[in-house]
């Protein structure tokens, strides 16, 4: 048999071999350059940067059976999605109880909840909860609060502040360092320099 033709046989014997050889070298090869898989991206915590804006704006809640809760106004509103509040300029709201008895706030600016139902009231806050008339056991004056800062709960009826406030309760007149009432309680807590005027009632 020639030469030639053994060495022939011989390499195409090899052959395969060779080929895998060379596949599973280029496979390594492959891998080893492949840039690595970068993992499940990493959920950015929500950024305080206003995600939309109001101008103008009336936003109204209703209750179960279709009645308003509460009515919140505003010149100008910006929505923070890490905290689910709303800042809003020239801010005034009205607030109606189970009874339809009205309470009134309005400050330079303010924070909401998503339901309206947290207030805080910054800069000549101003919070009113009207007269009910009523048997004189069940009767409720006119509740007027004033500062430069209230934190109003208006569906637990509840106001604080831990700047001074001015309160106007019928004729009568307090003034106090802080303040912290619950009308459903009909508690009352003044705390600092307290000063008051009652004005006899008239009989």
């Known amino acids: 048999m020639p030469l030639h033709r053994k060495v022939w046989?011989?390499?195409?014997?090899?052959?395969?071999?060779?080929?895998?050889?060379?596949?599973?070298?280029?496979?390594?090869?492959?891998?080893?350059?492949?840039?690595?898989?970068?993992g499940a991206a990493v959920e950015r915590p929500a950024s305080h940067e206003p995600d939309y804006f109001m101008n103008g704006f009336s936003v109204r809640t209703f209750d179960g059976s279709g009645r308003i809760r509460t009515e919140v106004l505003g010149e100008k509103a910006r929505h923070y999605p890490d905290t689910q509040w709303m800042e809003i300029d020239s801010i005034r709201i009205r607030s109606f109880d189970a009874n339809g008895r009205v309470t009134t706030a309005t400050a330079n600016r303010g924070l909401t909840n998503e339901d309206s139902s947290e207030v805080q009231l910054l800069g000549n806050a101003v919070v009113v909860r009207e007269a009910e008339a009523g048997k004189r056991a069940n009767a409720a004056p006119r509740m007027e609060y004033r500062g430069e800062f209230l934190h109003a709960f208006m569906t637990?009826?509840?106001?604080?502040?831990?700047?001074?406030?001015?309160?106007?309760?019928?004729?009568?007149?307090?003034?106090?360092?802080?303040?912290?009432?619950?009308?459903?309680?009909q508690v009352l807590e003044m705390h600092g320099r307290v000063r008051g005027s009652l004005v006899p009632t008239v009989k």
């Open 156 to 185: 637990t009826e509840k106001i604080k502040s831990h700047k001074p406030v001015e309160l106007l309760r019928g004729s009568d007149r307090f003034t106090a360092d802080s303040l912290d009432f619950d009308n459903v309680e």
């Open 9 to 38: 046989e011989g390499f195409l014997l090899y052959l395969p071999m060779v080929v895998m050889g060379l596949l599973a070298l280029g496979t390594y090869w492959l891998v080893r350059s492949a840039p690595e898989a970068q």
